[in-house]
């Protein structure tokens, strides 16, 4: 790992990836696929930050969960292992890492905004009902979008390459 940024993108990859595996995956696969202690990790899940896209996910929602389960979890593993390596030595990640945390942020965004915009006063599962169950809720998504936010930072603003020219445009001017 090359710095900060490769540390926290290598621990974020890490989380992710059983995260996506043993919680995200039951949106999708049939209940018997997993263990009687894996599903009432879900419903505690549920139960402790009110999460209605969870407890009665819309289409919407769970075509982000298909995205989810077969395009981003590959990614994670091969980002995982290009950060770890550090991305000075696996600058290749770049467009794929940019494609992944555009991809992210943007859904991530949605889901944000469903959050804090929809009511939910009529609904007929567990859901936030004041400002600060909205918070609650919205701090188990935030790290999805914050850090895919500094992926892009990273890929678009620190790339080594486009800092070489940079100094070279400056060196010419001076």
Same mark, same amino acid.
């Given at each position: 790992?090359?710095?900060?940024?490769?540390?926290?993108? %290598?621990?974020?990859?890490?989380?992710?990836?059983?995260?996506?595996?043993?919680?995200?995956?039951?949106?999708?696969?049939?209940?018997?696929?997993?263990?009687?202690?894996?599903?009432?990790?879900?419903?505690?899940? &549920?139960?402790?930050?009110?999460?209605?896209?969870?407890?009665?996910?819309?289409?919407?929602?769970?075509?982000?969960?298909? @995205?989810?389960?077969?395009?981003?979890?590959?990614?994670?593993?091969?980002?995982?292992? *290009?950060?770890?390596? !550090?991305?000075?030595?696996?600058?290749?990640?770049?467009?794929?890492?940019?494609?992944?945390?555009?991809?992210?942020?943007?859904?991530? !965004?949605? &889901?944000?905004?469903?959050?804090?915009? +929809?009511?939910? !006063?009529? @609904?007929?599962?567990?859901?936030?009902? @004041?400002?600060?169950?909205?918070?609650?809720? +919205?701090? *188990?998504?935030?790290?999805?979008?914050? %850090?895919?936010?500094?992926?892009?930072?990273?890929?678009?603003?620190?790339?080594?390459?486009?800092?070489?020219?940079?100094?070279?445009?400056?060196?010419?001017?001076?």
């Amino acid at each position: 790992m090359d710095d900060l940024l490769d540390f926290v993108f %290598v621990l974020y990859f890490a989380v992710h990836i059983p995260t996506t595996v043993v919680l995200d995956a039951q949106l999708l696969l049939p209940s018997g696929c997993y263990p009687d202690a894996l599903k009432n990790l879900l419903q505690w899940y &549920i139960k402790t930050v009110k999460d209605p896209l969870v407890a009665d996910p819309p289409v919407w929602f769970m075509c982000l969960m298909v @995205s989810i389960l077969f395009l981003q979890l590959p990614f994670f593993f091969v980002a995982l292992r *290009a950060f770890w390596t !550090g991305y000075n030595k696996a600058r290749w990640i770049r467009i794929p890492a940019i494609l992944y945390a555009t991809h992210k942020a943007t859904f991530l !965004g949605a &889901i944000l905004a469903h959050i804090f915009l +929809s009511d939910f !006063g009529k @609904s007929a599962v567990l859901a936030p009902a @004041s400002l600060k169950e909205r918070m609650i809720l +919205s701090t *188990a998504y935030l790290p999805f979008f914050i %850090v895919p936010l500094l992926i892009l930072y990273k890929m678009l603003f620190c790339n080594p390459v486009v800092l070489e020219v940079r100094e070279t445009q400056e060196k010419k001017i001076n």
